[in-house]
């Protein structure tokens, strides 16, 4: 099974700053991984595919970046629409597995 | 515009049973694997199971393997979990989702529905 872990676990900060999180696969999981956004009391939401490409719906201020088993998720310049638990998963091999979640919170 | 509907989740006994359905709109059913992913309260997620277009292709978890079984009805647009031997860990919110992609089985998922709230305990 790949590991998924996510660092920070939560991540405090202000409206207008960038925020950086990461994810690091056990092994390789080439270009196949997806990051999630959910918000208290609803489903996630596909964010990022391929570990780059932006799902619709979603500004530019998100972007991803990485492959292989080092991988960014990037908020530019956070609104307060994007506190929320961000879940980074990889679909190269079965079992599919997700990462613990990093918390946005405002600082 | 895409829809899932989870519905048959409640309270169970540890040992008992659960079946769970979800119903697609929105889009051509038959051309997408679907998955069930879960997430017990206040907790991260965590894949359950996935089964291709045509039933072919199924994955479970080893969390669930030998104890849920996952299958489809594409006629009625419908997917099931049928979940037996239920333990209090099996407790979650459960989500169906769709796969983006009509060719990769594997994900990602990029319309979920609302989730179904399966509680084990005696």
């Known amino acids: 099974e790949i590991v998924m872990t996510q660092s920070p676990a939560t991540l405090s900060v202000s409206p207008g700053e960038r925020a950086t999180l990461s994810c690091r696969a056990s092994?390789?999981?080439?270009?196949?991984l997806a990051w999630y956004q959910q918000k208290p009391g609803q489903a996630p939401r596909l964010l990022i595919y391929?570990?780059?490409t932006r799902a619709t719906g979603f500004p530019a201020r998100f972007s991803g970046s990485g492959s292989g088993t080092e991988f960014t998720l990037t908020i530019s310049s956070l609104q307060s629409d994007d506190f929320a638990v961000y879940y980074c998963?990889?679909?190269?091999?079965?079992?599919?597995?997700f990462g613990g979640g990093t918390k946005v919170e405002i600082k | 515009e895409v829809q899932l509907v989870e519905s048959g989740g409640g309270l169970a006994q540890p040992g008992r049973s659960l079946r769970l359905s979800c119903v697609a709109s929105?889009?051509?059913?038959?051309?997408?694997?679907i998955h069930w992913v879960r997430q017990a309260p206040g907790k991260g997620l965590e894949w359950v199971s996935s089964?291709?277009?045509?039933?072919?292709?199924?994955g479970y978890a080893d969390s669930v393997k030998g104890r849920f079984t996952i299958s489809r009805d594409n006629a009625k647009q419908s997917l099931y979990l049928q979940m037996n031997s239920l333990r209090a860990e099996d407790t979650a919110f459960y989500y169906c989702?769709?796969?983006?992609?009509?060719?990769?089985?594997?994900?990602?998922?990029?319309?979920w529905g609302q989730g179904t709230l399966v509680t084990v305990s005696s």
């Open positions: 089964i291709s277009w045509n039933s072919g292709d199924i």
């Open positions: 391929g570990a780059y």
């Open positions: 989702a769709k796969a983006l992609s009509m060719i990769l089985v594997r994900g990602p998922f990029d319309y």
């Open positions: 092994q390789s999981v080439s270009s196949n």
């Open positions: 929105g889009f051509i059913f038959n051309d997408y694997a």
């Open positions: 998963q990889q679909y190269n091999n079965w079992p599919l597995t």
